[in-house]
């Protein structure tokens, strides 16, 4: 063997070795990076929830002005339905309903549900009333339809009709309270199940041409209703939902709608195996607050929603000012989700201090071409996850069997008042335990998503990285994520931006796919990471 050639072998056997050592030197440098990064002082399951409740309502601190909140004050005057003729497992409706309107009509106080089981009908609220169900008691709603008539205004899916509107229900009325410890329960089977609507989507269905007087499903003849919701205080004023617990809702649970001042607080919302059973879904209302409450739901827990397309547009009410604090969210499509229905829009939205634990999507945006609005200025901070679905997730195309065609990304539709937008979004000191994906973003090619900006997350296991259609300026700072796949997708993706932020996947190697004509810009700053295009 000549000098050279021996040479040679010694200085490629030098380099293989360094190789290998500084590799292992790194790999052991980007375990410690993750295992150290700062996120320590997440709040945990068994710190939030409605079981954490305190008695005092702290002050809220939030990025943008937000009301005082305070617990209502109700006058002394406190009568139960026992005292007035209330027999248990037998129809109390009328003596509920008498019993509020009595105690509205001499200024207010509180209207009692004493421990047992008691049933009724539709109840309406009335300014000044608290109805409080003690410890023990248990209400159950009718499941017949002549319980709920005649037809009240309510908003079904982000569309006015006159139906059966809740099993507890308020309209224009000002200083209202459902408190205690005690559980209501959701229609029996009966007509009111047997009759919901099924012929097709909401906004398909309702003839929205007419006025809003004209659209009354009341359900005579086997005729379809829309299902009453569990509380649904409508146009109402400072709202007080304290304690209680749901079980066995027909629809959606708690869904304050074109209310102001709202606050729901400690309660416990179960509806696991129910369709569209959403746990709290605010409905273009205003300055709210909910806080210490947990929901495990068949569908979405805590949803902001703004009015469905054409007739959500010509209403044109905003959800707003809206804080979720120091909540629990089990099962669930979705933990915190803004839309569908986002015609009027939902802005200032700010979620911290919350847990997700065993609950599909963590963070969910959803929307739809026709639907208009989308949501703006919405701010996540200290959420601590545990999911088996999507940790960060925008929908914006939806299912050919709610939109048709629609649902299509391809071609651009010309932008008009029904094309919805999501844009200034901002995430921090987030901790993903476990996610199927980390992100994944839908936009749609008219009108991408914008200015998204994600600091200090870390996602300890994910089965998969991240996918990006349509979306420009998306900046990932300061993050840490482990995963067993490699591989990014970006399609019409503009000005996403990485910085110091650590994939730990096979090899530390990332497989980027790149598609579309628009996409460009696609950086990563201080990131150890090996980039191979796809």
């Known amino acids: 063997m000549t000098f050279k050639l021996k040479l040679?072998?010694?200085?490629?056997?030098?380099?293989?070795?360094?190789?290998?050592?500084?590799?292992?030197?790194?790999?052991?440098?980007?375990?410690?990076?993750?295992?150290?990064?700062?996120?320590?002082?997440?709040?945990?399951?068994?710190?939030?929830?409605?079981?954490h409740l305190p008695d005092e309502i702290a002050p809220v601190d939030a990025p943008f002005d937000m009301p005082e909140f305070k617990k209502p004050v109700f006058p002394d005057l406190r009568v139960s339905i026992a005292d007035h003729g209330a027999i248990e497992d037998t129809k109390v409706t009328q003596i509920i309903q008498s019993l509020i309107d009595s105690v509205s009509d001499q200024g207010g106080?509180?209207?009692?549900?004493?421990?047992?089981?008691?049933?009724?009908g539709r109840i309406s609220l009335k300014s000044n009333v608290n109805l409080h169900l003690e410890s023990g008691a248990e209400l159950y709603f009718s499941g017949e339809l002549e319980d709920y008539r005649p037809a009240v205004f309510t908003r079904h899916e982000g569309v006015e009709v006159m139906s059966l509107g809740a099993c507890i229900y308020a309209y224009k009325q000002d200083n209202i309270a459902v408190t205690g410890s005690g559980t209501i329960y959701g229609p029996d089977e009966g007509s009111v199940r047997a009759q919901m609507m099924t012929e097709d989507v909401t906004e398909k269905f309702v003839p929205i041409d007419k006025p809003v007087s004209e659209r009354i499903y009341e359900g005579y003849n086997g005729s379809s209703i829309f299902l009453p919701m569990m509380i649904s205080p409508t146009s109402c004023t400072n709202v007080y939902i304290e304690g209680v617990t749901l079980e066995r809702t027909a629809f959606w649970n708690i869904v304050p709608v074109y209310c102001d001042g709202v606050i729901i607080r400690g309660v416990t919302v179960n509806s696991v195996g129910i369709p569209r059973g959403d746990g709290i879904d605010i409905e273009s209302s205003k300055n709210v607050l909910i806080e210490y409450s947990t929901l495990n739901n068949g569908d979405d827990c805590f949803t902001m929603k703004a009015g469905r397309g054409e007739d959500g547009l010509r209403v044109n009410k905003p959800t707003e000012n809206v804080v979720i604090r120091y909540c629990l969210a089990k099962q669930g499509h979705g933990a915190v989700t803004v839309g569908s229905e986002t015609a009027g829009m939902v802005r200032n939205m700010y979620i911290h201090d919350c847990v997700f634990d065993n609950?599909?999507?963590?963070?969910?945006?959803?929307?739809?071409?026709?639907?208009?609005?989308?949501?703006?200025?919405?701010?996540?901070?200290?959420?601590?996850?545990?999911?088996?679905?999507?940790?960060?997730?925008?929908?914006?195309?939806?299912?050919?069997?709610?939109?048709?065609?629609?649902?299509?990304?391809?071609?651009?539709?010309?932008?008009?008042?029904?094309?919805?937008?999501?844009?200034?979004?901002?995430?921090?000191?987030?901790?993903?335990?476990?996610?199927?994906?980390?992100?994944?973003?839908?936009?749609?090619p008219e009108s991408?998503?914008?200015?998204?900006?994600?600091?200090?997350?870390?996602?300890?296991?994910?089965?998969?990285?991240?996918?990006?259609?349509?979306?420009?300026?998306?900046e990932f700072k300061h993050i840490r994520v482990r995963s067993s796949d490699s591989l990014m997708n970006f399609l019409d993706a503009r000005n996403i931006k990485f910085n110091d932020v650590i994939f730990y996947v096979p090899g530390d190697t990332l497989i980027v796919n790149k598609q579309g004509d628009l996409t460009k810009g696609i950086e990563f700053e201080n990131s150890p990471n090996v980039i191979k295009q796809d």
């Open 359 to 444: 609950t599909g999507v963590g963070v969910r945006f959803k929307t739809r071409r026709p639907r208009g609005g989308g949501g703006e200025n919405l701010y996540y901070k200290r959420l601590r996850m545990n999911l088996h679905g999507t940790a960060f997730k925008w929908d914006m195309l939806g299912q050919p069997l709610y939109v048709g065609e629609l649902a299509e990304r391809m071609p651009p539709r010309p932008v008009n008042p029904l094309t919805p937008q999501f844009k200034n979004i901002f995430m921090e000191d987030i901790l993903v335990e476990k996610a199927e994906t980390f992100v994944k973003i839908y936009g749609i």
């Open 448 to 474: 991408p998503v914008e200015n998204v900006k994600m600091d200090h997350i870390r996602v300890l296991e994910s089965d998969k990285l991240l996918t990006i259609n349509d979306a420009n300026g998306i």
């Open 109 to 120: 106080g509180m209207v009692v549900i004493p421990k047992g089981k008691w049933k009724s």
């Open 8 to 51: 040679l072998l010694f200085c490629v056997t030098a380099f293989v070795f360094h190789s290998c050592n500084t590799a292992v030197k790194n790999n052991k440098t980007l375990t410690e990076s993750l295992n150290h990064f700062p996120l320590d002082s997440l709040l945990t399951k068994d710190q939030v929830g409605a079981a």
